[in-house]
Antibody, heavy 122, light 107 residues
Framework: QVQLVESGGGVVQPGGSLRLSCAAS????????MHWVRQAPGKGLEWVAF????????YYADSVKGRFTISRDNSKNTLYLQMNSLRAEDTAVYYC???????????????WGQGTLVTVSS | DIQLTQSPSFLSASVGDRVTITCRAS??????LAWYQQKPGKAPKLLIY???TLQSGVPSRFSGSGSGTEFTLTISSLQPEDFATYYC?????????FGGGTKVEIK
């Protein structure tokens, strides 16, 4: 069965960096686009970033562009989110999510991880 | 960027009620719209995509309709397990924005 397990969350000071990982199993990771979506405490969902199945195309929300970098290692079945210059408003649960169809860029997500909490605070 | 406006933001209903949630896009998105359900402390769950396609395993009391700029999610007969927050998401262009959410609570 499909499993997505995020890790790397924690408490970091404003201006600091953190790298999130998402370990994928139960499907052919190298054939599927992947997203990061976040949710601030008590707030709604915010789409963060997408990476194509082969890493050849990436998209970012304006709120994180230039600070966050999405990447993947298909040999390790792992998705990453490098977060730099973190701000208090980046505090959220970060979810990785798999696109429903292989090789798709404009499809919904059908599986989500359990989320990892990132807290930006001094 | 495309903005999605959901209404209402909060809805109080009883078991057995028919419930309709609306999602309006700031520009046309054809049928590139999905609906998700989220319960407290859990990851979202895909209910409907391509505006009206029911995701595998989702009960048939859920249905979606619309195209262009106006979309609806309908629950034909609300069940106890349906009390949750619902989000729409547009997939027409990046960024793949979400609506603000509709919380469905028990009356």
């Amino acid at each position: 069965q499909v499993q997505l397990v995020e890790s790397g969350g924690g408490v970091v000071q404003p201006g600091g960096s953190l790298r999130l990982s998402c370990a994928a199993s139960g499907f052919t990771f190298s054939s599927y686009g992947m997203h990061w979506v976040r949710q601030a405490p008590g707030k709604g969902l915010e789409w963060v970033a997408f990476i194509r199945y082969d890493g050849s195309n990436k998209y970012y929300a304006d709120s994180v562009k230039g600070r966050f970098t999405i990447s993947r290692d298909n040999s390790k079945n792992t998705l990453y989110l490098q977060m730099n210059s973190l701000r208090a408003e980046d505090t959220a649960v970060y979810y990785c999510a798999k696109v429903i169809y292989d090789y798709g860029d404009y499809d919904p997500v059908d599986y989500w991880g359990q989320g990892t909490l990132v807290t930006v605070s001094s | 960027d495309i903005q999605l406006t959901q209404s209402p933001s909060f809805l109080s209903a009883s078991v057995g009620d028919r419930v309709t949630i609306t999602c309006r896009a700031s520009q046309g998105i054809s049928s590139y719209l999905a609906w998700y359900q989220q319960k407290p402390g859990k990851a979202p769950k895909l209910l409907i995509y391509a505006a009206s396609t029911l995701q595998s395993g989702v009960p048939s009391r859920f249905s979606g309709s619309g195209s262009g700029t106006e979309f609806t999610l309908t629950i034909s007969s609300l069940q106890p397990e349906d009390f949750a927050t619902y989000y729409c998401q547009q997939l027409n262009s990046y960024p793949h924005t979400f609506g603000g959410g509709t919380k469905v609570e028990i009356k």
